[in-house]
């Protein structure tokens, strides 16, 4: 089945620096979806794209679907403590395909 | 806009017994899709509503099922629980599913199984 490979897997940075992640996969996919989840909550939607090379933006983040289909990656500028959390990439592989299919996730810390 | 509610939040079973989840989806969304989280495997697709039907499944065994009602609501079941069914169950709710349209999921579900 279709899997996503995100890197890295955590991240301890201090606050005010900028943060990249990406995801990559071995098959194509139609949409590319980001998504933050904090401890004991369901993730949130962060950004959506859905045409390849898009590049969108959504405060102090910004993310990008890859020209290959086959990647994507997210940046947030001036961290703050409250970006704390793991950021998902998921994606819809599209046709008969229903399901979103899940990075494992980037691990956030951001030092005050 | 409400969001997706489940209940319960938290849910403490043995093993060998069964277990329902509800999910309420935002109003007005028609598809409704279930995952399991687990440290070890991440979010992992369990299966995936439309108008009272499922779609699609995951590659899960047949303890695990779903159904959803006339009003969207789903319900997701759990039997013959095993220790390894410990996990966050998510659900998420969309417009039309089928990557057509975005998902949102609700707080979760945290089942214990001892």
């Known amino acids: 089945g279709q899997q996503l490979n995100q890197s890295p897997q955590s991240m301890f940075i201090q606050e005010g620096e900028d943060v990249s992640m990406n995801c990559t996969s071995s098959?194509?996919?139609?949409?590319w979806l980001w998504y933050k989840q904090d401890p004991g909550e369901g993730p949130v939607l962060l950004i959506a794209?859905?045409?390849?090379?898009e590049l969108t933006s959504n405060g102090r983040l910004t993310a990008q679907f890859g020209i290959t289909r086959k990647d994507s990656f997210l940046n947030i500028s001036a961290s703050i403590p409250s970006d704390v959390g793991i950021y998902f990439c998921?994606?819809?592989?599209?046709?008969?395909?229903?399901?979103?299919?899940f990075g494992k996730g980037t691990l956030l810390t951001v030092n005050p | 806009k409400a969001g997706v509610t489940q209940t319960p939040r938290y849910l403490i079973k043995t093993r060998g017994q069964q277990v329902t989840l509800s999910c309420s989806p935002i109003?007005?969304?028609?598809?409704v899709s279930w995952y399991q989280q687990t440290p070890g495997q991440g979010l992992q697709f369990l299966f995936e509503y439309f108008s009272e039907t499922q779609r699609n499944k995951g590659n899960f065994p047949g303890r695990f099922s779903g159904r959803q009602f006339s009003n969207s609501r789903s319900e997701m079941n759990v039997s013959t629980l095993e220790l390894g069914d410990s996990a966050l169950y998510l659900c998420a709710s969309s417009l039309y599913g089928g990557g057509t349209s975005l998902e949102y999921f609700g707080p979760g579900t945290r089942l214990t199984v001892t």
């Open positions: 098959s194509i996919f139609n949409t």
């Open positions: 998921a994606g819809h592989g599209g046709g008969s395909n229903y399901k979103l299919t």
């Open positions: 109003s007005g969304h028609r598809s």
């Open positions: 794209l859905y045409k390849a090379g």
